[in-house]
């Protein structure tokens, strides 16, 4: 008898409970997409505004130490040297401007650009803004090859070590599909006046595309045409990408993947 009372207040609690957790999950849901979006075009730009006060780029004093200790800790997702992985899940941050690293982490921090897994571990209690810059310096000082040297790896003197380092600072994207003439001569026209003839980027505020995973391209592009990331100030509604096919962006996403070869 008792046992079938604790079974049947078991049944209840579950047919009870069962809907409404449901209806629960659902309702975050819903609250995440719209809080996703709950900011405004100047939300973003204000937030982009106020890298210059928040950090004193020119008369930082620059600690090495910091950065290489804090870059463990984007080590984590981004890999040893910055290089990404999980064919773009995580993107490739070595190299990118210092302006630009800032920016993103303060727009991912302020939840004006969607990134949960990112969030605690530079929310400013666990990175303070000093530290956030000396990691953005440390991180932009990583030059990543897109070929390993050659050498003859059964030479006598030959460093396996050294080897396994220079491999991990090694980032090759494969070759995405598309219409390579199409595509240089549309990122010729359209893209390299901010991103460089080589798709390296200005070393200021636009980022490199170069040695960047294209499926992250491709999300970054689906952002920004969505309006969940601002490509260009004077462009809010992305008048600008909007404009191209899908077949448009492929082919300039197909050479953009040859450029540091
Ligand atoms: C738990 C995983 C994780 C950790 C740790 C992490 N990141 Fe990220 N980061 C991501 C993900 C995922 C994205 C891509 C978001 C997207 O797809 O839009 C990202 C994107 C970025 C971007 C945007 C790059 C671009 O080109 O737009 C920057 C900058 C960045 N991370 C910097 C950092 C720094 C600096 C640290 C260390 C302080 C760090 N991340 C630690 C997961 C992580
Ligand atoms: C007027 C200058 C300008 C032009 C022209 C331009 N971009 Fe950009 N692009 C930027 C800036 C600035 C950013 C950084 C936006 C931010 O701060 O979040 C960016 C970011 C990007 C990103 C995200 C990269 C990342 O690491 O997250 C992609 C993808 C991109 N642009 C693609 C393109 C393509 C493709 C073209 C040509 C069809 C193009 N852009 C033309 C200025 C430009």
Known sequence: MKHFKFFSYFVLFFLTST????????ETENKQTIEENNYSTQDLIDVKHKIDKLFNIKEHDYDEDIGDEINQVCAGCH?????????GKYPRIAGMPVK???EQVVLFR??????????????ERE???????????????????????????SA????????????????????????????????????KSCHGKQGEGDNEKTPMLAGQYTKYLWRQIDMFISGKRLHDEDDPEEEFLKSFSHEEL????????????
């Open 127 to 153: 990175l303070p803004n000093d530290e956030l810059l000396d990691v953005a310096i440390y991180l932009n000082k990583i030059k990543l090859k897109s070929r390993l040297s050659k050498i003859d790896e």
């Open 156 to 191: 006598p003197d030959f460093d396996a070590y050294a080897r396994l380092q220079e491999a991990k600072a090694t980032l090759q994207i494969p070759r995405a599909k598309g219409d390579l003439k199409k595509g240089k001569k549309l990122y010729r026209k359209e893209c």
């Open 79 to 87: 890999e040893e040297f910055g290089m990404g992985g999980k064919d």
């Open 250 to 261: 492929q082919d300039i996403l197909a050479y953009v993947s040859i450029l540091d070869d």
């Open 110 to 123: 302020e939840r004006k650009r969607p990134n949960i897994p990112m969030l605690q571990h530079v929310e």
């Open 19 to 26: 809907p409404s957790l449901s209806l629960m999950a659902k």
């Open 100 to 102: 630009y690293l800032l």
